[in-house]
């Protein structure tokens, strides 16, 4: 197992390498001047122009720059953002908001995906069966972005249930409409793929078997045919942590929450190439090690699957 | 590798699976002696390919009539949106600003005063389009490298898969935001817009037809008749093209079909964002976009572009579901 983690995580530092070059690069290749802006309403003095580019390593290949601020971030140094802020401080106060709002997610995911996705499942052919079915296809045809707006409008403003947009300590309760957004369209695929999974199972030679040694039928569904069937489930819901974190930058502009969506998209518009590297970074982190557990689970879940 | 097209755009149209499964029918990798339980009890045996079998199953099946049918509405409104309206959507009328559907506009004028029924059948032509150029170019370019991938094996499977694994773990949206950022230019006509945002479709998407496409070559791969052929001498290019090729790529068309729709629902996603489309085009998104901020006096402005994109994706997912289905030997078992 130690070893098996050791040889992932060896093989993730080429990735994060490939994608933060990636990310470097295009972010140095945006059209336009750095410094432009930074002066208020005047060109900069070549002075400030000139100890800006020395700060950035803006006079060296572009390799030697990736080099040099690939050493400074692994000193835990992200550099400043445009307003001067320490971006690592930025960045761990908005990734916490993002990372609740993420857990938002896959709890409705989860809880209200599985549940569905195995009582159809159950009743494979039946209404719940057909309306599952149905409902989900219309949630993953409509756009977030339209559902979002929907529900903020419809149930934060006018309705007044939840709160429409969120404060910048976005509670947990702020948190429960976007969160629920960001997850309806996971939500529907984990539900078709918790469903098709279980009921192929079901059908399965060794569920027979179980059911004709005379076990209760609870324990033939939740222990042999349930188990068997989360494996895919489980890679879905790894894959999609990544993912969720990475589409909360439309349900944060939505909703106004202060994580990291909306930090990267302004930093985008601004230009604000340090915040953009660094917050990418994180997020490519965050779904490499979300799929690393995943692996280390299907060990767990299916003891065939062994990682010695 | 022209020969990919017919079968990955073929459902795409609605009705060229046939041709799909004359196609494989005549190769020899694919034929499969498949014994149809009612056929036998009638005493009779017939030999279908996988492909020819799956057609079957899908002229059976009312969700691909469906989907076919949406499909094609939008299609033919692509390519001929004077068809269904004669409204210029460029005829801005301001002192019908926001004017709720009646008997003249049937969706209503939006806020610049533009027909939205009008604006509606023209914006299908974007989205069709870019979800035609990226879920076609990612199955072509993810195909590709996954043969060569699969099938070499060894060191250039190895860096290969680490390449795709780098554009895999982009978030499609922040990496498609950034490149779109890189690429923004002065030139911003209608086609050279469309063509960027699905470059950028492609370049972030093609790692999840490569990897399915690599996995199926290397299930393949073992099989009795590729060691024959190579016994026989045929070349790589020929052992991959006209054996494995066939038979690996069923997964790749069920997730072209329903990228197809998901890509239309990402152009969306960037137009909403200010950074894929932009007016004057007219499109869903950019509909959607402009419709966002007067939705709470005059919603009518967002729902029917939301519909129509809705449908649209809606019609895709659909498609592929009912291919899957076809393809698919357990949902055929019972």
């Given amino acids: ?308 | 590798m022209t020969d990919t097209r017919p079968t990955s755009t073929g459902p795409l149209g609605g009705g060229d699976l046939n041709q799909a499964s004359t196609l494989s029918g005549a190769d020899a990798g694919s034929a499969v002696v498949v014994t149809d339980p009612t056929a036998a009890a009638q005493g009779v045996e017939r030999v279908r390919s996988v492909r020819g079998d799956a057609w079957r199953d899908l002229r059976r099946n009312p969700l691909f009539w469906v989907a076919a049918v949406i499909i094609t509405v939008f299609v033919v409104m692509a390519v001929f949106p004077t068809l269904f309206t004669s409204v210029d959507p460029r005829e801005a009328v301001l002192s019908e600003s926001s004017k709720s559907p009646d008997a003249q506009n049937i969706f209503g004028r939006d806020r610049q005063g533009y027909d939205i029924y009008a604006r509606c059948i023209y914006g299908a032509r974007a989205s069709i389009l870019v979800g035609l150029i990226s879920a076609v170019g990612a199955a072509i370019v993810g195909t590709i490298i996954g043969l060569v991938a699969g099938y070499r094996g060894g060191w250039v499977d190895a860096v290969i898969s680490r390449v795709a694994e780098v554009f895999f773990a982009l978030p499609l949206l922040l990496g498609a935001i950034i490149i779109l950022y890189t690429l923004r230019g002065d030139d911003d006509s209608y086609l050279w817009i469309i063509t960027q945002v699905s470059l950028v479709i492609i370049v972030l998407g093609w790692p999840n037809v490569f990897r399915l496409l690599r996995s199926s070559v290397l299930q393949v791969k073992p099989n009795d008749y590729v060691l024959a052929a190579r016994a026989l001498g045929a070349s790589p290019w020929r052992i991959s093209y006209s054996h494995i090729l066939p038979n690996a790529i069923g997964p790749v068309i069920v997730i072209s079909t329903i990228n197809f729709g998901a890509y239309i629902s990402t152009e969306a996603a960037l137009s909403f964002l200010g950074i894929g489309l932009r007016p004057p085009t007219v499109s869903w998104g950019v509909m959607i976009s402009a419709a966002t901020d007067s939705m709470r006096s005059s919603p009518h402005t967002l729902l029917f572009p939301a519909l129509f994109l809705s449908l649209a994706v809606l019609g895709f997912i659909m498609l592929g579901d009912a291919i899957r289905d076809a393809f698919d030997p357990k949902s055929k078992a019972r």
């Avoid at chain 1, 249930?161 to 947990?172: G, K, Q, R, Y």
């Avoid at chain 1, 040694?213 to 349930?226: N, S």
Wanted: glycine share 10%.
């Fill in chain 1, 1 to 308: 197992m130690g070893k098996y983690t050791l040889r992932r995580l060896i093989q993730m530092v080429p990735v994060v390498l490939g994608v933060t070059f990636l990310i470097y690069a295009m972010v140095y290749a945006l059209p336009g001047d750095p410094t432009a802006g930074k002066c208020g309403e005047r060109p900069c003095s070549p002075a400030y122009v000139a100890e800006f580019r020395e700060t950035y390593n803006l006079n060296d290949p572009l390799p030697v720059q990736y080099a040099k601020y690939l050493g400074k971030v692994v000193q835990g140094d992200f550099g400043e953002s445009q307003y001067g802020q320490p971006i690592r401080e930025e960045l761990a106060e908005r990734f916490t908001v993002t990372l609740r709002l993420g857990v938002v997610a896959l709890v409705f995911e989860a809880v209200i995906g599985l549940l569905a996705g195995v009582l159809a499942a159950l009743r494979r052919g039946g209404f719940f069966d057909s309306l599952v079915l149905i409902s989900t296809l219309f949630v993953i045809a409509i756009p977030v972005f339209v559902t979002g707006r929907a529900l903020q409008l419809y149930l934060g403003v006018k309705a007044g249930i939840f709160p429409s947009t969120s404060s910048f300590d976005a509670t947990w309760y702020e948190l429960l409409l976007p969160g629920f957004v960001l997850g309806s369209t996971s939500l529907a695929y984990l539900a078709r793929l918790m469903r098709t999974n279980l009921a192929d199972n079901l059908g399965a030679d060794y569920v027979r078997t179980a059911h004709a040694k005379g076990l209760p039928g609870r324990r033939v569904i939740g222990i042999h045919a349930l188990r068997n069937s989360l494996i895919p489930v489980i890679t879905f819901i790894g894959y999609d942590f990544g993912a969720l974190l990475g589409g909360a930058v439309i349900t944060e502009g939505i909703f106004n929450v202060p994580g990291i969506g909306q930090y990267v998209f302004r930093a985008i518009n601004d230009r604000d190439g340090q915040v953009v590297v660094g917050t990418v970074t994180a997020l490519v982190l965050v779904f490499l090690i979300a799929n690393l557990i995943v692996d280390l689970l299907y060990a767990y879940l299916d003891p065939r699957i062994s990682h010695d």
